[in-house]
């Protein structure tokens, strides 16, 4: 069972190049999420799915677009990447519907991006 | 102000004492907060979650939540080498509903370091 799987783990990018960061859960859960970690700012949320053919944006969504393929699978795309974007990404999934107070979000291992 | 805030320290505490981890936020609706901790270069993992006022224990980790003080800390006793990560505090975020997705505000997270 391995979780939540990102790819790739490592990408460097320069200024206006495009990428697509691919992340798959094998959980069965319905939510997904994609945040950016960096440096003394905590994890901010991009882009969420709260089931299969639905996104919305979260706190951070220009310069990305993402698709919701199937139930697994949740991508993040940069268009034209920017220095700005040099962060770590991380893709995250939660299991059921509804407002439990324990609906947990699990993380894969993240994917550090830099662009030059 | 941030909707999360904790002190990014580093916090520093010697091997088997008490290390408190503190966190306030500013929505006065939120109803769920969590424990996140983060070693370095690794994802967040969960360690608990609390949404009633009071303590909640879970082994040597203990969590406080004080609604009226908008407040939630994470006791860890006994502390190891071992607990030195960041810990990130995260509160489910209270708006429109978004059918099923859970909206985390992520706090900055507080660096730990346990010495021997």
């Known amino acids: 069972n391995a979780g939540v799987t990102q790819t790739p783990k490592f990408q460097v990018l320069k200024t206006g190049q495009s990428m697509t960061l691919q992340c798959a859960q094998d959980m069965n859960h319905n939510s997904m999420y994609w945040y950016r970690q960096d440096p003394g700012m905590g994890l901010r949320l991009i882009y969420y799915?709260?089931?299969?053919?639905?996104?919305d944006k979260g706190e951070v969504p220009n310069g990305y677009n993402v698709s919701r393929l199937n139930k697994r699978e949740f991508s993040l795309r940069l268009e034209s990447a920017a220095p700005s974007q040099t962060s770590v990404y991380f893709c995250a999934s939660s299991p059921t519907s509804g407002r439990a107070v324990g609906n947990i979000q699990y993380f894969g291992a993240g994917t550090r991006l830099s662009v030059l | 102000q941030k909707e999360v805030e904790q002190n990014s320290g580093p916090l520093s505490v010697p091997e088997g004492a008490i290390a408190s981890l503190n966190c306030t936020y500013s929505?006065?609706?939120?109803?769920?907060f969590f424990w996140y901790r983060q070693y370095s270069g690794k994802s967040p993992e969960l360690i608990m979650f609390?949404?009633?006022?009071g303590d909640k224990e879970d082994g040597r980790f203990t969590a406080q939540l004080n609604k009226a003080s908008q407040y939630v800390s994470l006791l860890i006793r006994d502390s190891q080498p071992s607990d030195s990560a960041t810990y990130l505090c995260?509160?489910?975020?209270?708006?429109?509903?978004?059918?099923?997705?859970?909206?985390?505000?992520f706090g900055q997270g507080t660096r730990l370091t346990i010495n021997p």
């Open positions: 799915s709260a089931s299969e053919g639905t996104t």
């Open positions: 929505d006065r609706g939120s109803q769920s």
């Open positions: 995260a509160v489910r975020v209270i708006g429109p509903k978004i059918q099923g997705a859970q909206k985390l505000v």
């Open positions: 609390i949404y009633s006022n």
